[in-house]
Nanobody, 116 residues
Framework: QVQLVESGGGLVQPGGSLRLSCVASGFTFSVYAMQWYRQAPGKERELVAS????????NYADSVKGRFTISRDNRKNTVYLQMNSLKPEDTAVYSCNGRLLQTNYWGQGTQVTVSS
């Protein structure tokens, strides 16, 4: 059974940091590119960051460049999103995605709220 389980979300003040984790099971994690998406209420889902299967290539949305870092540990079947200098506009449900060709797996999401 394929599972992607996110954790690490919560309430944080502006300027604060959070580290999201996504643990994968049920598929060969190390051959899948991994992505973090987010969706705020009333807005379309947005691709935040992506990382290649071996971790050698990363990409970021312009809105998070310099503040967020995606990484992965293929020994632990886990992808991370380190989020620093958080802003209220970063408030959203963050979901991880595993992609290989036409196959996509999704987690259930974790809420991140940035507010004072």
């Amino acid at each position: 059974q394929v599972q992607l389980v996110e954790s690490g979300g919560g309430l944080v003040q502006p300027g604060g940091s959070l580290r999201l984790s996504c643990v994968a099971s049920g598929f060969t994690f190390s051959v899948y590119a991994m992505q973090w998406y987010r969706q705020a209420p009333g807005k379309e889902r947005e691709l935040v960051a992506s990382i290649s299967s071996a971790g050698g290539s990363t990409n970021y949305a312009d809105s998070v460049k310099g503040r967020f870092t995606i990484s992965r540990d293929n020994r632990k079947n886990t992808v991370y999103l380190q989020m620093n200098s958080l802003k209220p506009e970063d408030t959203a449900v963050y979901s991880c995605n595993g992609r290989l060709l036409q196959t996509n797996y999704w987690g259930q999401g974790t809420q991140v709220t940035v507010s004072s």
